[in-house]
């Protein structure tokens, strides 16, 4: 059976995503043992996980859990998008590319909630063409 399709993951494939530290960080920051920011939040970044709340309701749950003000949100989900989102794959991208029009090409993701706006917003997403899938 010939190969006629090539599907690529988004987070730690096609984007290269570290830790970056930034719940350490923010644990040190709000006074919080050592795991204790994820045991508050498991819920939310669960539910944000399959889709089950909104980005709004997660930054609820933020601000009600956490006790940070706007400001501290903003700076707090900056933090989170930098480290989730990583940086471009730029190598894997690129062939990817490649294998087009030879191949289907498609990206599946199981992106939290808010992630696709931001990964499609990025300059090496482009919008799907129409042998082009996006799976979620």
Same mark, same amino acid.
């Given at each position: 059976? $010939?190969?006629?399709? &090539? &599907? *690529?993951?988004?987070?730690?494939?096609?984007?290269?995503?570290?830790? =970056?530290?930034?719940?350490?960080?923010? !644990?040190?920051?709000?006074? =919080?043992? $050592?795991?204790?920011?994820?045991? /508050?939040?498991?819920?939310?970044? @669960?539910?944000?996980?399959?889709?089950?709340?909104?980005?709004?309701? &997660?930054?609820?749950?933020?601000? +009600?859990?956490?006790?940070? +003000? @706007?400001?501290? =949100?903003? @700076?707090?989900?900056?933090?989170?998008?930098?480290?989730?989102?990583?940086?471009?794959?730029?190598?894997?991208? !690129?062939?990817?590319?490649?294998?087009?029009?030879?191949?289907?090409?498609?990206?599946?993701?199981?992106?939290? &909630?808010? @992630?696709?706006? /931001?990964? $499609?917003?990025?300059?090496?997403?482009?919008?799907?063409?129409? /042998? +082009?899938? =996006? *799976?979620?």
């Amino acid at each position: 059976m $010939a190969i006629r399709a &090539v &599907v *690529f993951d988004i987070g730690g494939v096609l984007e290269i995503t570290p830790d =970056l530290g930034v719940t350490e960080l923010w !644990e040190t920051r709000l006074g =919080l043992r $050592a795991g204790e920011l994820n045991q /508050r939040m498991h819920d939310a970044w @669960a539910g944000g996980s399959i889709g089950t709340i909104t980005e709004d309701d &997660v930054h609820q749950a933020i601000t +009600d859990r956490l006790g940070l +003000d @706007a400001q501290q =949100l903003a @700076a707090f989900m900056a933090d989170i998008w930098r480290e989730y989102l990583g940086t471009a794959n730029t190598g894997l991208i !690129e062939y990817a590319r490649r294998l087009r029009p030879r191949y289907c090409t498609g990206i599946v993701s199981n992106s939290f &909630v808010g @992630a696709r706006e /931001r990964e $499609a917003g990025g300059l090496w997403i482009r919008r799907p063409r129409r /042998r +082009d899938h =996006l *799976f979620t």
